[in-house]
C-alpha cells in the first residue's frame, strides 16, 4: 500500500507473465485522439490482498467515459475468467480497439479470437510500458484507494460483495472531475444512445435501477 510516496514491501504476484509462443499484436493508440464511447476498451488484471492470500480481478473499461463495462474475479491466474469478461463486456457493445498488456491471459487464442470474432482490432501494451494503459491503472489506484485499502477482507466472499458494490458505486454515483463531474454511465450511455448501430434490446449488466432507467 502506498502511502506519501512510500510502498510497503511484501511479496506480489506475477500478473502479467508473458508467452513465447503467443502472437503479440503491435500498440496502436500512441498519439490517438479518444473522442467517444466504445471508440477504445482495455483491460487489465490487479491482485486483491485478503488477510490470507489473494485473489484477482479483472476490468473492462470505456477509455472515453471510464464506464467499467463488466468484471470478473478469480482465486486463479487462469485465462477463463478473462475471457468471461470479455464476453460480459461485449453484450453490452462493441470496441473498435481493444488493448490488453503482453500477458498470456490476453494474447491466448481464444482471448484474441473472441475479439478477432467480434471484428475488433487488437491493441497491446509495449513491454514494461504500464502508461500505454493508464486509464486502467488510474481505475486499479481509485478504487485501492477509495475502498480495498480501508477494508481487510477476511474472506473471499466479503472481497468480492465490497468491490462489486464499489463498483455499482463508481459507475452510476461517483462523479468524475475528468468528466466535468458526471458519472462513467451518463457519459457512456449519452455517446451510447447517439450510436447509429445502437440495438435497443441491450441492456447494461450493472444490474441497478438506476442503470436501467438510463434506457427509458
Known sequence: MRLMGLEAIYPKPNLSKAAKEHKIYPYLLRGVSIDRVDQVWSTDITYIRLKQGFIYLVAVIDWFSRYVLSYEFSTT???EFCIKALQDALKVAKPEIFNTDQGSQFTSDAFTGTLKEAGVTISMDGRGRALDN??????????KYERVYLHNYETVREAIQDIGEYFDFYNNTRPHMSLDYQT???IYFDGFFQRKDFIV???PPCGNLICLLLFF
Open 134 to 143: 493508464i486509464f486502467v491503472e488510474r481505475l486499479w489506484r481509485t478504487v
Open 77 to 79: 491466474l487462469d485465462k
Open 184 to 186: 462513467p454511465a451518463e
Open 201 to 203: 434490446n441491450q441492456f
